[in-house]
Structures are given as C-alpha cells and as structure tokens.
C-alpha cells in the first residue's frame, strides 16, 4: 500500500473537508498525518488516519525543524493543505515538505482542488519570497532615509511661514 502524508498547516474544520477528497482521490493510499502537539488529541478523531506523528517544536514549520521519526520514511505522496485558493501565505509549509523523502507533492485548497507542486517550484517560491523581503527591506530604508532627511527641512518651512 502507498503512504500518504497531510502535513496539517490549517483548522481541523478544513481538515474535514479536505480529507474526502483526499481519500477520493488518492484511495489506494494508507494516510497518515503530521500535526504540532497542540493538535494531537483532535487529530486521534479520525478513522482514515492510520498514523499521526508530531511536530516535536512550537514554531511554524520550518525546513530546519527536522522530524526524526520521518527520516527515514518515504511517502508516495505528500499533502499540503492551504486555507486559500491560491496557497500563498503557505511557503514555509512548502519548503519544510522539501525535508521529508516523498516521490510527489500536491496542494490542497480550501475548495479541495488538488495541484502538484515539484521540488524546483517550491524552491523558487522560497527564492521569490526571499527576494519580495529584501526588496522590502530595502524600500524602507530607502523611504526612511528620505524622510529624515526632508521631514526636518518641512518642518523648518512649517515654522518659518508660522513665524511670518
């Protein structure tokens, strides 16, 4: 039997939701789920779910939160459920599924529509969302700079037509 991993990074109201059409489309697949502790005993509500293994930290996922007890596993298919249409917001899910040993990876919406993702997109959505934040930071600066510079002038040209 094929192993199926949900990397669980929305509510267990979607989890519902998303989990018929998962087993509809994946039947053949012997699902198992990977939630933060704090999820843990909702998580044990499911019958489908053959195996639920634990995020051992309390952050977001993250490519560096290696799960130990996963090393070693390989699924056919991972599983990435994302609370929008589009699954923006949802890059650090995408890079730590990178982590795990899997042959195929697919997003699943919040209208459980499914659409794979390969390694090379995952990884350049990771370059791109580097890229957005530097180009970020650097326009702060660049407007901060800027207006240290011309708000004390302003306000000296403020006070100087008060005082006329």
């Not at 199926?4 to 989990?19: A, E, G, T, W």
């Not at 053949?28 to 489908?48: F, M, N, P, V, W």
């Not at 996922?61 to 290696?66: I, T």
């Amino acid at each position: 039997m094929k192993e199926l991993l949900i990397i669980r990074s929305v509510s267990f109201q979607q989890l519902d939701k998303n989990l018929v059409a998962i087993r509809e489309r994946f039947p053949e697949h012997r699902i198992s789920l990977l939630t933060h502790e704090h999820g843990l005993l909702l998580a044990r509500k499911y019958k489908d779910i053959a195996q639920i293994y634990v995020y051992p930290y309390k952050e977001s996922f993250s490519y560096r939160g290696k799960v130990k007890e996963l090393q070693d596993k390989e699924f056919a298919t991972v599983i990435i459920p994302v609370t929008n249409l589009s699954g923006a917001g949802f890059v650090n899910v995408y890079l730590f599924s990178l982590s795990l040993k899997a042959k195929k990876r697919f997003v699943c919406n919040v209208v459980s529509e499914f659409r794979e993702v390969s390694s090379t997109s995952i990884l350049l959505m990771g370059v791109r969302n580097q890229l957005f934040s530097l180009f970020s930071i650097l326009f702060t600066l660049v407007a901060g700079f800027f207006t240290l510079l011309i708000l004390p002038l302003k306000l000296l040209q403020i006070q100087n037509k008060e005082r006329k």
